[in-house]
């Protein structure tokens, strides 16, 4: 079974506006952590922002927020204000307590519109 | 800082050659992982070490590969009898090892057998 996934292959979107990057999660674990990465074109994977389980209030960083509904098994990525730069393919990771990988879904291919 | 450094950053290579690879981590990370990303997809996780110990090996990884992490600083990955199949992007990432702690990746080495 799929630990991560990301149901949205590509997305486009106008410069300016907010964007939402969906990720659902699968563990019976009770402690994980989720990040959420962007690789650009070039290939290099960079780090956005954390959340961890047992947070109180949802991750931000900066433009990044990630909208975290524990019930769920969501974490969503909230991009406000779009800009060009942030057209790159977004990774949604997992990692379980007492485990080192990271697992990754799929990917998600946010274009963003000029 | 300087970052996660991969070399080459790419390798073209023909069918039953070797490769190696290298990658230096940020230096006061302890921790050194090796993923590989083929096209389309999230990157998948290889092999771990922390310091010098290798802690944990994916079964991606064949009898082929090989990694080392001879003085706990940089590493090297090397495929031997290389295959089609082999054909990927090789990333490369470092952490200081915490639970909360991102991986902080490299640019990866793109090899391509024919």
């Known amino acids: 079974a799929q630990k991560i996934t990301q149901t949205q292959p590509g997305m486009f979107v106008q410069e300016k506006e907010a964007v939402t990057l969906d990720c659902t999660y699968d563990t019976s674990d009770p402690s994980y952590g989720l990040f959420w990465y962007k690789q650009p074109s070039s290939g290099e994977m960079i780090f956005l922002i954390y959340q961890g389980s047992y947070d109180q209030q949802n991750a931000t960083e900066g433009r990044y927020s990630l909208n975290f509904q524990k019930a769920r098994k969501s974490a969503n990525l909230v991009i406000s204000a779009s800009q060009l730069g942030d057209s790159a393919m977004y990774f949604c990771a997992m990692r379980e307590s007492g485990n080192e990988k990271l697992t990754f879904g799929t990917g998600t291919r946010l274009t963003i519109i000029p | ?114």
């Open chain 2, 1 to 114: 800082d300087t970052g996660v450094s991969q070399n080459p950053r790419h390798k073209i290579t023909k069918r039953g050659q070797n490769v190696t690879f290298r990658c230096d981590p940020i230096s006061e990370h302890n921790r050194l992982y090796w993923y590989r990303q083929t096209l389309g997809q999230g990157p998948e996780f290889l092999t771990y070490f922390q310091n010098e110990a290798q802690l944990e090996k994916s079964r991606l990884l064949s009898d082929r590969f090989s990694a080392e992490r001879p003085k706990g600083s940089f590493s090297t990955l090397e495929i031997q009898r290389t295959e089609q199949g082999d054909s990927a992007m090789y990333l490369c990432a470092s952490s200081l090892g915490l639970s909360y702690s991102p991986l902080h990746f490299g640019n990866g080495t793109r090899l391509t057998v024919t």
